[in-house]
């Protein structure tokens, strides 16, 4: 029988294990600061205008909020940051971080640099995944046009069949190396063409295993119910379902829209129907488990807690090679490395690029921090318990 390994998230020495004294100090420096909504406001205004008159703020950035969320420059680097974790049994899984980058030349560039990063992950067990945005891929404006279900000019079309070409090749390539790929999700009203995208790859490449994985953001009051049904399609279509579970990325964004345009707001109308719809995604994912894969991205340590205790009601191993938990890089450690500690499959979403084209990943990240109710200051009070346990 199963015995649920002891757990505990409160456990700093293993949760900073991996830090030295130093960088255990930065830490607390960042996240003291990043916790002051003024100025993060002011770094989201103040960072991209310095990049643009040519100031030299890279170094300042890259050795403070760049380190602490970054893997690095380039793969290489991210490469040295994985293997730093994959000493603690902390796997990654990298993300090209570039984002916002319009231009098909743009779209046609950044398709190497995913293909690139499934080679280097090829047979390494440390590195599990690969996370893709259909955004990187696919003008903005296009996706949009698909959502409304809009007919394609004869242009356009070929423009679409150009983004299908480039997901289809990094698929193949993940499938071939046997290293998944995370389709993240995107905003509402460009979501519909990444669903189709998501599901068209499934039912292609997760004939035997679970290659491609799509994400469902439980924030949204409409995608309990679509993961139901996502699993019925792959069943009918004679595949494995690829899950990956958040809460949401896009909230304020969502509801600011949904008031403009007089529609009514996909988001959830309180947090607490936004756990409730995780929980039971949890359980839904966990009850058909022999037909799909569950990727658990959340830093909640209720939900978190959850999976560990329905795995082990179900006699369900700690490394059951369909269950993988993941935190980003940076954050949550506590959850993390204690996950690692205890035996389960877990990972940090490891952004990596130049530290210009990677900001606006940053600069939602600490935005992101200072709305999450207290989630700095969980955060802050583990590191300095931490501190005060080494005397530092």
């Known amino acids: 029988m ?17 830090r030295t004294n130093r960088s255990l100090k930065k830490a ?50 991210a490469a040295a940051t994985a293997q730093q974790l994959s000493r603690f049994g902390v796997g990654a899984t990298l993300d090209y971080g570039v984002e916002a980058m319009e231009g098909e030349e743009n779209y046609d560039n950044a398709v190497p640099e995913f293909l690139n990063a499934i080679k280097y992950a090829a047979g390494k067990k440390h590195l599990p995944f690969i996370a893709i945005k259909i955004t990187g891929f696919a003008r ?7 959502h409304a279900g809009e007919p394609l000019s004869a242009e356009e079309d070929r ?23 995370l389709i993240d999700a995107e905003e509402s009203w460009i979501q519909q063409p990444v669903d189709d995208l998501a599901d068209a790859m ?3 490449y997760n004939r035997d295993e679970v290659i491609v994985y799509n ?67 949890i359980h839904f994912c966990l009850d058909h488990i022999n037909k799909l894969g569950l990727f658990v991205g959340t830093h909640n340590e209720q939900s978190t807690l959850l999976v560990t205790k329905l795995m082990a009601d179900r006699h369900l191993p700690p490394n059951h090679p369909r269950i993988h938990f993941s935190q980003l890089y940076g954050m949550s450690d506590n ?36 709305s999450i109710a207290g989630q700095m200051g969980r955060e802050l009070g583990l590191i300095r318990k931490e501190m005060k346990r080494r005397g530092i």
């Not at 199963?2 to 991996?18: K, L, M, V």
């Not at 003024?38 to 205004?45: E, I, N, Q, S, T």
């Not at 903005?140 to 698909?146: P, R, S, T, V």
């Not at 204690?338 to 990943?361: E, F, R």
């Open 202 to 204: 499934m039912a292609r």
């Open 215 to 281: 994400t469902f953001q439980l924030y949204r009051h409409d995608r309990l119910e679509f993961l139901k049904t996502s699993l019925q399609k792959a069943e009918q279509g004679g595949y494995m379902l690829g899950a990956k579970l958040v809460r949401g990325a896009y909230m304020e964004k969502e509801r600011k829209r949904a008031e403009e345009q007089s529609y009514q707001s996909p988001i959830q109308p309180n947090k607490q129907s936004a756990d409730e719809d995780y929980n039971e995604a």
């Open 335 to 370: 959850i993390t490395f204690n996950l690692a500690h205890a035996g389960y499959h877990v990972t940090k979403y490891l952004p990596y690029g130049p530290v210009k084209d990677v900001m606006p990943y940053l600069i939602r990240r600490a935005q992101e921090n200072t």
């Open 28 to 77: 607390n420096f960042l996240f003291s600061n990043i916790g002051k909504p003024w100025l993060v406001k002011f770094g989201a205004f103040a960072t991209p205008l310095a990049f643009k008159l040519g100031l030299p703020v890279k170094g300042i950035i890259k050795s403070t909020i760049f380190d602490q969320f970054c893997g690095g420059e380039n793969l290489e680097e």
């Open 140 to 146: 903005f404006a296009l996706l949009e046009k698909l």
């Open 159 to 181: 423009e679409y069949t150009r983004v299908r070409s480039r997901i289809n090749t990094i698929v193949e390539a993940g499938a071939m190396h046997k290293v998944g790929v």
């Open 2 to 18: 199963e015995t649920q390994p002891f757990i505990s998230f409160e456990n700093t020495a293993i949760a900073f294990e991996h």
